[in-house]
């Protein structure tokens, strides 16, 4: 199907998951929206982000998307389920796949799990994977500066390394050998946390199980983009268009020329 396949974030993080799209999806169009005048959702009520996670939907639809991914864990924890009565096209989000993910690697079922507030808080994670296995253990931490450093672009700064440091310190209690970076930020931060944790913790990256999610649903849905088409990637915000492209060209295989900004109260 020659449509365009829809991604929404908060801000930049979704492009990790546009990152990973573009490279296993190559065929197919994107239209990505990044609520860069409202991030961050994670510390957000599940009321407040229900209701920018509709507006972006409808934004998205006059756009004629064959497909919705929720590129952010907040939205997809608390949002999901409203988008799909909602909306008359498939929902892919991030946090089923990467516990999938998560529960296939872990050897001693001990997973770690970091996110936002609001991800940790709505405790999804934990839903899936003891719905996947009840016998693991579930270990949740709240990361909430970890959105800010990777918004200013701070991916190996010392200031990042002891954040990164407190955060996991206690962790290490608890003998984790899977962890989940359950905020699509959290990727552009895989180097200092994969140090912190050592060699013996595997790393999930929802972004890149979410792309794997989306190729398979498009092939069962028999939605897949027709060979040889033409291929289009097109990218608004809410607002800092210029901050934005400097940002997304620091992270996808692409370069993005152009941004447009969207006045997503509006919808």
Same mark, same amino acid.
């Given at each position: 199907?020659?449509?365009?396949?829809?991604?929404?974030?908060?801000?930049?993080?979704?492009?990790?998951?546009?990152?990973?799209?573009?490279?296993?999806?190559?065929?197919?169009?994107? *239209?990505?929206?990044?609520?860069?005048?409202?991030?961050?959702?994670?510390?957000?009520?599940?009321?407040? *982000?229900?209701?920018?996670?509709?507006?972006?939907?409808?934004?998205?639809?006059?756009?004629?998307?064959?497909?919705?991914?929720?590129?952010?864990?907040?939205?997809?924890?608390?949002?999901?389920?409203?988008?799909?009565?909602?909306?008359?096209?498939?929902?892919?989000?991030?946090?089923?796949?990467?516990?999938?993910?998560?529960?296939?690697?872990?050897?001693?079922?001990?997973?770690?799990?970091?996110?936002?507030?609001?991800?940790?808080?709505?405790?999804?994670?934990?839903?899936?994977?003891?719905?996947?296995?009840?016998?693991?253990?579930?270990?949740?931490?709240?990361?909430?500066?970890?959105?800010?450093?990777?918004?200013?672009?701070?991916?190996?700064?010392?200031?990042?390394?002891?954040? *990164?440091?407190?955060?996991?310190?206690?962790?290490?209690?608890?003998?984790?050998?899977?962890?989940?970076?359950?905020?699509?930020?959290?990727?552009?931060?895989?180097?200092?946390?994969?140090?912190?944790?050592?060699?013996?913790?595997?790393?999930?990256?929802?972004?890149?199980?979410?792309?794997?999610?989306?190729?398979?649903?498009?092939?069962?849905?028999?939605?897949?983009?027709?060979?040889?088409?033409? *291929?289009?990637?097109?990218?608004?915000?809410?607002?800092?268009?210029?901050?934005?492209?400097?940002?997304?060209?620091?992270?996808?295989?692409?370069?993005?020329?152009?941004?447009?900004?969207?006045?997503?109260?509006?919808?």
């Amino acid at each position: 199907m020659n449509a365009p396949i829809g991604i929404f974030d908060s801000g930049v993080g979704g492009l990790t998951v546009a990152k990973e799209i573009m490279r296993q999806l190559p065929g197919e169009s994107l *239209v990505y929206f990044g609520d860069t005048a409202r991030v961050p959702y994670g510390t957000k009520s599940k009321a407040t *982000v229900c209701k920018y996670s509709r507006q972006i939907a409808r934004f998205l639809q006059t756009r004629k998307v064959k497909a919705i991914v929720i590129a952010c864990n907040t939205a997809s924890a608390l949002a999901r389920e409203e988008l799909e009565e909602m909306v008359d096209v498939p929902i892919v989000d991030v946090v089923r796949p990467g516990a999938k993910m998560a529960a296939e690697t872990t050897r001693n079922k001990k997973i770690g799990v970091l996110g936002t507030r609001s991800t940790i808080k709505s405790g999804i994670y934990e839903r899936y994977l003891h719905q996947i296995d009840a016998e693991i253990t579930v270990v949740s931490k709240a990361c909430p500066l970890f959105v800010p450093l990777v918004e200013e672009g701070l991916f190996e700064d010392r200031i990042t390394e002891d954040v *990164v440091g407190r955060y996991l310190h206690d962790m290490k209690e608890y003998e984790i050998d899977s962890l989940v970076l359950g905020c699509t930020h959290y990727p552009l931060l895989r180097g200092v946390i994969g140090r912190e944790t050592g060699d013996g913790v595997r790393l999930v990256n929802p972004a890149y199980e979410t792309a794997k999610s989306l190729k398979e649903m498009l092939k069962e849905k028999e939605l897949l983009a027709p060979a040889g088409g033409e *291929v289009t990637h097109d990218f608004f915000v809410s607002d800092g268009a210029d901050e934005f492209i400097s940002f997304a060209n620091s992270v996808l295989p692409r370069r993005v020329e152009n941004t447009s900004l969207v006045d997503i109260e509006a919808y």
